[in-house]
């Protein structure tokens, strides 16, 4: 089975502070993802990345960055947490061309106060 | 992609079949039909996905009309651990995935 993990459940954060979200998978996939997910607004997507050191804008970078180093890891990083920032963070990856048949994390609802 | 409509929810007697319908009349001829499910408190969970031909998995079966223009999800013996919201997706390959509002589904015993 594929396994991906995300590296907190719940997090609360500051306002200001820089915060780190990890994600690893156990699959060798190419391609990694990362959404937020609110009320009303359903998944969006932040940003992706199809190879190591690779990334690509979504649809709502603004705020955000990110950091592939190795194959099996991605991390989004909220530069300066802000409180619209509030949100569930789910992390995806999928195997080659495949970007329909994605498999996700447990999600990160973090808490920027 | 294509736009979905699916009910905004639906319960189910726990053992009973669960039809959950999806209507994409604007599919076009390289697009696929995708299926996810999101218990609350999860993360999204792939189910099956389908072209033109009816699909099964160990999870669920995927029924396409002729016309492709809908679809319906089908679990063949819910329980209550299926209680979650069902996602229908019209995804051509090389685009990002859109998820809609989906399908409250209730399995109720």
């Known amino acids: 089975d594929v396994k991906v993990t995300q590296s907190s459940r719940y997090l609360v954060k500051r306002t200001g502070e820089k915060v780190f979200l990890e994600c690893v998978q156990d699959?060798?996939?190419?391609?990694m993802f990362w959404y937020r997910q609110d009320p009303g607004l359903g998944l969006r997507l932040i940003y992706f990345s199809y190879d190591v050191k690779m990334k690509e804008k979504g649809d709502i970078p603004e705020g955000y960055s990110v950091s592939r180093e190795k194959k099996e890891r991605f991390s989004l990083i909220l530069e300066s947490a802000s409180t619209n920032q509030t949100s569930m963070y789910l992390c995806?990856?999928?195997?080659?061309?495949?970007?329909?048949?994605?498999?996700f994390g447990p999600g990160t609802r973090l808490t920027v106060t | 992609d294509a736009k979905t409509t699916q009910p905004t929810s639906m319960d189910c007697a726990e053992g009973r079949a669960a039809n959950l319908p999806c209507n994409h009349s604007t599919i076009s001829g390289n697009e696929y039909v995708y299926w996810y499910r999101q218990i609350h408190s999860q993360g999204p969970q792939y189910i099956i996905h389908g072209l033109k031909n009816n699909e099964t998995n160990e999870m669920a079966s995927l029924i396409i009309t002729e016309d492709r223009k809908s679809s319906t999800l089908i679990l063949p013996h819910a329980t209550l651990r299926d209680t979650a919201v069902y996602y229908c997706i019209v995804h051509n390959a090389g685009n990002m995935l859109t998820f809609g509002g989906g399908t409250r589904l209730m399995v109720k015993p």
């Open positions: 995806a990856s999928s195997s080659g061309g495949f970007w329909g048949e994605q498999y």
């Open positions: 699959m060798d996939h190419e391609n």
